[in-house]
């Protein structure tokens, strides 16, 4: 059984800072990807960034130049440093894993609040 824990959310002023951390256990295939999505209050979840095992990355055009995605393959975790936050950054941020096998296998985290205030 494959899980997904976040942490490092919370509340911060915009302009500020905050790195949030997705810690996977289980039995995972090495080569993977992992991503953040965000989900606000009455919006649809939106990719926020993706990387893969190998260390190939993707933004949203709204993050690009602000955070910064990172895993280390070793610990099966990953990183989103989030600089110069703004409140429309505000969402519940989940961490996801896939790969495929013979099949698509798909993981997500239960997710963390990340509240930027004005």
């Known amino acids: 059984q494959v899980q997904l824990v976040e942490s490092g959310g919370g509340l911060v002023q915009a302009g500020g800072s905050l790195r949030l951390s997705c810690a996977a256990s289980g039995s995972i295939f090495s080569i993977n990807t992992m991503g953040w999505y965000r989900q606000a209050p009455g919006k649809q979840r939106e990719l926020v960034a993706t990387i893969t095992s190998g260390g190939s990355t993707n933004y949203a055009d709204s993050v690009k130049g602000r955070f910064t995605i990172s895993r280390v393959n070793a610990k099966n975790t990953m990183y989103l440093q989030m600089n110069s936050l703004k409140p429309e950054d505000t969402a519940v941020y989940y961490c996801?894993?896939?790969?495929?096998?013979?099949?698509?296998?798909?993981?997500w985290g239960q997710g963390t609040q990340v509240t930027v205030s004005s």
């Open positions: 996801k894993l896939i790969w495929y096998k013979g099949g698509a296998y798909v993981y």
